[in-house]
């Protein structure tokens, strides 16, 4: 009875796409700062070197939201340029880089914390710590231990330190300050760096702490010079999923006390399924210890406070921070960098043509360009993975609720959560006008969905179900159609694609070749790991594993300690479950298990 639902006037396709710098702002002044460079001379190395400040700001997100938004985020110390996903980084492999925070984050948080959460030895909780902890991580870099914003590595802007915080031996530090040092010792891919302070991880992350961090190479720039890849840096998309405060907020969620509408909106209710006495809740989606069957035994009273939730999933699609965003391209070639920079939504990616009789929709019978991935958060593909964006989410036959897809596929281009795609998609010869929707059909949780987390044009009123009430044609809530792709005049590119295929292949064979290291690259690049090998895109390396929880299963992704000195375990990539280090244990009521609409697949 407290999970609330974005404004539902939210236009889709209002906004344009926020680009890299000033030159990329949208027409509400939206775009992706980057970080300002200085070189220094750090053990005898030409040294790239970064200065940031976390703090709290506000920023329009889009003209229909009804106020500004808060956040916490990263600002560059040179410029103060304050916007959401600020502080972009391209590194250069063999240039290490020296980053600086400085935390000037305010002692109250703009969403609620769960101060019952674990948060040091002996019992500490996070209400026993201050609210205002960060702790920097590079999410994929090979770092060293000091620098890698392990969970207690954390500091505060009083001077308060986390067990294991150490800056940069040999660099200088200003006060309420954290140095990284970054070796950049990697092939050229897309990595992120975010807040990882242990308890508030989810948070820190949703609020805002996180931005991309780009390592280039010899290699990336010969493909560049060669034809081969559009340019060295492409399009990047940030993709996540947010909630945000409705104007009748305390109708919704009568217990709310944080942001005001327009702000974020983060879940902090536990809505039991059954309450005590037998009684079902419609609304609920949790089961509570001491009303399932059987009941738990010795389960006791909920901790005051304890408001964590293991997955957050919500209504509204942002890339790069616009709010189903428009961006337009030549009709040549285009790289985009996508990651899932969700709390823990999957994504299914197919490209579609935009409907001719219902604007704003996917014609989701007709595939769109093909999509040819270069690279995942492991670099570079041994060869290119095309997705032909003919293959809707595969669902799975044995499931009779129809909310559940194959977790092995075969799929599109699936991305979980922390996952990156390095695409290159072809528009040549593709008509000035024409536009295409990136659409999604992932379940969330995945693999087996709840239908309340499954926001499109059209969809049923679920709101006597504590879901959203029925989304309206060519608004949000929509976790469906997600960024509209307009195609422009000028000339395409001169080398056939069937020839620029080849020619790629056999340069990435090439690299693979002369850059394989079999006993070394385990450690070196965090022993990622080969992953669902029914799609040919995870036929290299990954950092990510892709298994999830959800729908009545408990979490398969395996955890390691929190803090340790080089991360060998699988890396998680679901915030909510960094932020404690811990395996959920919700279920999804089966009773919310309605058939996953995706033979009505508009919008």
């Known amino acids: 009875m407290a999970f609330a639902q974005s404004p539902t006037k939210i236009r889709k396709f209002a906004v344009e796409l926020p680009g890299l710098g000033p030159s990329g702002a949208n027409r509400i002044g939206q775009y992706l700062p980057m970080a300002t460079k200085h070189t220094v001379k750090f053990a005898g190395q030409n040294t790239d070197l970064y200065d940031l400040v976390a703090t709290k700001f506000s920023q329009t997100m889009h003209p229909d939201l009804p106020g500004k938004t808060q956040f916490f985020g990263y600002t560059d110390m040179f410029t103060l340029d304050q916007k959401y996903l600020a502080g972009v980084i391209v590194a250069k492999r063999g240039t290490p880089t020296i980053l600086t925070v400085r935390n000037l984050v305010p002692p109250k948080h703009i969403l609620p914390v769960d101060p019952t959460i674990m948060a040091g030895p002996n019992g500490q909780m996070v209400g026993d710590l201050p609210l205002n902890r960060i702790a920097t991580h590079l999410h994929g870099g090979l770092t060293p231990w000091f620098s890698d914003g392990t969970p207690f590595q954390w500091f505060t802007p009083s001077g308060m330190r986390g067990p294991s915080f150490m800056n940069v031996p040999g660099f200088p530090a200003l006060p309420n300050t954290g140095t990284y040092y970054y070796t950049n010792d990697q092939s050229a891919r897309l990595v992120w760096y975010h807040d990882h302070a242990i308890g508030i991880t989810r948070l820190n ?6 931005s991309a961090y780009i390592i280039t190479d010899d290699f990336e720039a010969n493909l560049v010079s060669q034809g081969l890849l559009p340019d060295l840096v492409g399009i990047p998309l940030v993709i996540q999923d947010k909630g945000f405060v409705p104007t009748n907020i305390f109708s919704q969620d009568p217990t709310w006390k944080w942001g005001s509408p327009g702000e974020l909106w983060y879940p902090h ?15 609920g989606r949790w089961d509570w210890g001491p009303t ?6 010795g389960t006791l009273p909920l901790a005051k406070g304890a408001c964590a939730i293991p997955e957050a999933f919500f209504d509204t699609i942002l890339i790069n921070g616009g709010l189903y965003p428009v961006v337009t391209v030549a009709p040549k070639r285009v790289r985009f960098r996508m990651l899932n920079g969700s709390q823990a939504r999957f994504y299914h990616l197919n490209l579609h043509p935009e409907s001719k009789t219902i604007p704003g929709e996917a014609n989701v019978s007709t595939p769109g360009p093909l999509i040819y991935q270069v690279g995942t958060e492991g670099g570079f593909l041994t060869s290119v993975a095309v997705h032909r964006n003919d293959r809707p989410i595969p669902l799975d036959p044995a499931d009779s609720t129809g909310t559940c897809a194959l977790p092995d596929g075969p799929f599109n281009l699936l991305l979980a959560p922390a996952e990156r795609a390095d695409v290159v998609i072809d528009f040549n010869g593709v008509p000035a006008g024409s536009s295409f929707i990136l659409y999604n059909d992932a379940p969330a949780p995945f693999p087996c969905g709840d239908m309340r987390n499954d926001y499109f044009t059209g969809a049923p009123d679920l709101t006597a179900f504590g879901g959203a009430p029925s989304t309206q044609l060519g608004h949000g809530p929509n976790t469906r159609t997600m960024m509209k792709i307009v195609v422009s005049g000028g000339n395409g590119d001169s080398v056939w694609t069937s020839k620029w295929l080849a020619d790629l292949n056999v340069q990435l064979k090439t690299n693979v070749s002369v850059q394989w290291h079999p ?4 450690h070196s ?16 390396l990954r950092s990510e594993r892709s298994q999830q929880s959800g729908s009545g299963y408990l979490g398969t992704r395996l955890h390691g300690r ?3 000195a080089a991360k060998g375990g699988s890396h998680r990539g679901v915030a909510d479950y960094e932020s404690n280090c811990r395996r959920p244990s919700n279920s999804l009521p089966p009773g919310k298990r309605a058939t996953h609409p995706a033979t009505a697949r508009r919008g």
């Open 205 to 210: 992350a949703y609020a805002g702490l996180a």
């Open 269 to 283: 209710d536990y809505e039991v399924n059954t309450f005590s006495g037998g009684t079902p809740n419609p609304k």
């Open 292 to 297: 399932v069957v059987p009941p738990s035994v």
């Open 519 to 522: 006993r070394s690259h385990a």
């Open 525 to 540: 690049e965090r022993r990622l790991r080969r992953i669902r090998p029914p799609d040919p895109n995870h036929g290299n």
């Open 562 to 564: 929190c803090d340790r």
